[in-house]
């Protein structure tokens, strides 16, 4: 039965769904706040928003249903949410939500970003330029190809900028696909492991249909795998050896580098959303960690905590995500301690040793190229690090 506490009258504020499966996609497109809802949930947001009080709403379930539910806890569930903007004609407080970047950019103006043509068009780039690459000498890529020149600071400066640039377009592809449905979107910092990276939100794109969403999911690395192609195929117009050549094929091979790290799904990457997608999985990645501790629970014994259940997590979803968080699931803890490992064995290492090194050298300051160069080192890595350390932070208080 209802509880006669809580609000009797709510006004939604404008919630966008949609059918998957046996459930239903709700959620708040402005704050990016969305929930997998069982038929009975959204019956319930459909009659409230046709201006049904609460107690009406319990009323007409139980006509429908012939079961008494709890609607004032589901109600109270939404304001959790921020679905609700008033309750009995008062509004309900909620932080204002953040503006997305580019807010001039409307749906209508990044539309062709969804058109077929467009991955048609990509592929059929990237398919001439690896022709080319297997018929042409000249056109080889290896390590020598990123030292394009014998100054040292130019080859830096060119990765440099062109992969900041690169990442920038991959991160905006991202954007710009999503807004095309409708969805804000916002790019921000974060963490992956011990990698501090640039990630768009594109919360709410849950509601969009597959084709759409697979295209905003794989719109970064398509803009990568783009830059490549129309770098080999400017390549193979220009005069072999010559600078400009030189140039295009290091800048083809600087826009692969990024890629690799994409098929590193146990860390939520690009191809982690196609994965989770294809396998009609709702939280691939947090399914997976939670059935990972509750087999290292039961490998080494331990008695839950209070309060916490014991049994298998996965056994609680649908079979066929079932199969797939379990087999996710190795890839995660084999992907992570494979990680974690090298960050003990080689990058901690050879960040302190820098440190310390530029520590003691500012200290002894024997000359000022000396004191120079390890204040440059205290600056960069060491705000490296510091930039890393915030942005996890920031993020935990978040979630």
């Known amino acids: 039965m209802d509880d006669p506490t809580g609000p009797t009258t709510v006004r939604l504020h404008p919630l966008a769904c949609r059918s998957d499966r046996d459930e239903w996609i709700v959620g708040r497109m402005a704050t990016g706040q969305f929930v997998a809802l069982p038929e009975v949930g959204k019956r319930v947001i459909d009659l409230l928003q046709e201006g049904l009080s609460v107690p009406d709403v319990g009323v007409r379930l139980r006509q429908e249903t012939g079961e008494d539910l709890d609607v004032r806890e589901f109600v109270t569930a939404l304001m959790d949410l921020e679905f609700v903007a008033e309750a009995d004609g008062l509004p309900v407080p909620a932080a204002p939500p953040e503006p997305p970047p580019l807010s001039r950019v409307r749906p209508r103006h990044v539309r062709w970003t969804l058109h077929p043509a467009l991955p048609v068009t990509a592929a059929v780039l990237v398919a001439a330029a690896l022709v080319l690459l297997g018929h042409r000498r000249d056109l080889s890529l290896d390590f020598r190809t990123l030292l394009w020149s014998s100054h040292g600071s130019l080859v830096i400066a060119l990765h440099a900028s062109a992969g900041w640039a690169l990442l920038l ?231």
């Open 169 to 399: 377009l991959h991160e905006t592809a991202h954007l710009l696909t999503a807004r095309a449905t409708g969805v804000p979107g916002h790019i921000g910092l974060g963490t992956r492991l011990q990698f501090l990276v640039l990630q768009t939100d594109i919360s709410g794109i849950e509601l969009a249909p597959r084709r759409h969403r697979l295209t905003a999911y794989l719109a970064g690395i398509a803009v990568n795998l783009t830059a490549f192609a129309l770098a080999v195929l400017g390549a193979a117009a220009v005069q072999p050896g010559t600078l400009p050549h030189r140039v295009l094929l290091a800048l083809a091979l600087t826009a692969l580098l990024p890629l690799p790290f994409q098929l590193m799904v146990f860390m939520r990457t690009d191809l982690y959303f196609v994965l989770q997608d294809l396998t009609g999985c709702r939280d691939l990645y947090g399914d997976g960690v939670a059935y990972a501790a509750y087999l290292g629970r039961r490998l080494l014994r331990r008695p839950p905590r209070p309060g916490s259940p014991d049994g298998d997590p996965s056994a609680l979803l649908p079979r066929h995500e079932r199969r797939a968080v379990r087999i996710y699931t190795v890839v995660l803890v084999v992907g992570t301690a494979a990680c974690l490992a090298f960050l003990a064995a080689i990058t901690l290492p050879a960040d302190l040793t820098l440190l310390s090194g530029a520590a003691s050298g500012l200290v002894s300051g024997h000359s000022a190229a000396a004191t120079l160069d390890a204040a440059a080192v205290l600056v960069f890595l060491g705000g490296l690090h510091i930039l890393w350390a915030v942005t996890w932070l920031r993020n935990r208080r978040r979630k």
